[in-house]
């Protein structure tokens, strides 16, 4: 071959891996952007996927979730966390996602020592937050409630059959099912082989992969003080889950006093340990869900001493005056965007 023959074909294989480079990345970027949202698990889901065929991944995803709702769901009859209720102290045949979720929960109950319970139910349905019957309960009535509540007495059969050892127990799986749910979505979207999509569950947020752009993820943390939508910070992240566990997600007011839907099942009251809210930022939407809840009632101390015992999970905690603690590992990923509150450096 000539040399001049030689070059030419060098700058037309060049030309054509550029031109290919540049189609790969117009393609990524036209990609369609859908968006999606129902409300499921008493909460809006809200979800955008970028796919030609996001609109499918979307009703999937919809359809999973209402799948694992009629399982999990504490007031459709038909679910089996119902079932488990109304038949407390008999045995009731449960499927693989329920005593997943159920066995993970028992997990973090062990875990935090019962500050997470899922037998929290007879509690949850004294205060009554976020039914429309909310009041503050007598002593006497939440000592009795508290009785019942004991992950301890939750029996599961080999056959998997699922037994409250006592009638009035009652199940509630509100602090880690929606977790479930957006693990169960990313693993659509995987199937799907997607780059891009997010899926929000009421403030337990999943994005999978980067944005279109191919940069990070900016998720904005709700300001506890405001109504939903009003972010005081946002954190950079691909690939991971925040999960937000806040005193302002359902609650009433009796005389100046804020009375909130996340139950100490060591005093039966609204946890009160000084923290508006937690975020966690890992992995696993699963774990992180019921740790976001483990920690807001176990307080900042002692939760922040387990987030940083656990690999791969951060946190981020707002306090009742307005400061805002970080673990290590988010430094570079978080911006504060109100003057109102005040960044701690975390010193592990
Ligand atoms: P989350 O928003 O994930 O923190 O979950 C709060 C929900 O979990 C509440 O609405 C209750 O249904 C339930 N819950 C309240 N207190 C507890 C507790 N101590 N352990 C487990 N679940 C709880
Ligand atoms: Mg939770």
């Not at 480079?21 to 409300?39: I, V």
């Not at 119902?82 to 449960?94: C, D, L, M, P």
């Not at 159920?102 to 009554?128: C, R």
């Not at 957006?182 to 199937?191: L, Q, T």
Request: proline share 3%; net charge negative.
């Amino acid at each position: 071959m000539q040399k001049n023959t030689f070059y030419k074909l060098i700058i037309i294989v060049l030309m054509i891996s550029l031109l290919a480079a540049g189609c790969g990345k117009n393609q990524a970027e036209e990609l369609p952007e859908y968006k999606g949202s129902d409300f499921l698990m008493d909460t809006l889901v809200q979800m955008k996927v970028y796919a030609y065929n996001g609109d499918k991944i979307i009703d999937e995803s919809l359809a999973r979730i209402r799948e694992l709702e009629n399982l999990m769901s504490v007031t459709l009859e038909e679910s089996e966390i119902y079932q488990i209720n109304q038949h407390a102290g008999k045995g009731v045949q449960v499927s693989q996602d329920t005593l997943r979720v159920l066995n993970k929960a028992l997990e973090y109950a062990e875990l935090t020592k019962g500050s997470f319970d899922p037998s929290i139910g007879p509690l949850v349905e004294l205060w009554g937050i976020g039914s429309g019957e909310e009041r503050v309960p007598t002593n006497e009535e939440i000592l009795k409630a508290k009785n019942l509540v004991d992950y301890r007495k939750v029996m599961i059969s080999p056959d998997q059959k699922v037994r409250l050892a006592q009638p009035k127990m009652r199940l509630d799986l509100g602090a880690i099912a929606k977790g479930y749910a957006a693990d169960e979505v990313s693993k659509i979207f995987a199937e799907h082989n997607i780059n891009s999509a997010f899926v929000n569950l009421g403030g337990n947020v999943l994005v999978f992969g980067n944005k279109p752009d191919g940069s990070d993820w900016k998720v904005g943390i709700q300001d506890p003080r405001e109504n939903r939508g009003n972010v005081m910070a946002a954190v950079s992240v691909s690939d991971k889950t925040i999960v937000t566990s806040g005193n302002y997600e359902r609650y009433f007011e009796k005389d100046g006093v804020i009375y909130h839907h996340i139950i100490d099942p060591a005093t039966g009251r609204p946890a009160r340990t000084g923290l508006l809210s937690v975020s966690i930022i890992s992995d696993s939407s699963f774990d992180a869900d019921a740790l976001s809840t483990s920690v807001f009632i176990m307080g900042l101390e002692a939760g922040k001493k387990l987030v940083n015992k656990l690999d791969g999970v951060e946190a981020l905690f707002i306090t009742d005056d307005l400061e805002v603690d970080i673990t290590s590992g988010l430094k570079d990923k978080f911006e504060l965007m109100s003057e109102d509150f005040v960044l701690i450096k975390d010193e592990n």
